[in-house]
């Protein structure tokens, strides 16, 4: 199993963000988390677009901790587009 150093998450929800990082820097994990707030932030960041352009503020992530019930584009239709992505077969 290859080392994950990045993982990328999409949650709307402010509260589950925080626990979810505390949670992380309690268990001591040594990875780097992303936050975005919604399935057209995900593709954005996974094309790195926009405010995501930057590769070494916005690393490619190694696994996606995806909420499905998200406002613009939901977690469904962002597995939907992941699954069809040759470049993204490495994500978890």
């Not at 916005?58 to 996606?64: I, R, S």
């Not at 939907?80 to 992505?85: A, F, G, I, K, T």
């Amino acid at each position: 199993m290859r080392k994950i150093e990045t993982i990328l998450v999409a949650e709307d929800d402010s509260a589950d963000a925080f626990f979810l990082k505390r949670a992380f820097s309690k268990v001591g994990v040594p990875t780097s988390l992303h936050f975005v707030r919604d399935g057209q932030e995900v593709l954005d960041y996974l094309f790195g677009e926009g405010q995501f352009a930057d590769r070494h503020a916005h690393p490619g992530p190694d696994l996606l901790l995806l909420d499905l019930k998200m406002p613009r584009v939901d977690g469904f239709q962002v597995l939907d587009w992941v699954r069809r992505q040759p470049r993204l077969k490495r994500l978890q």
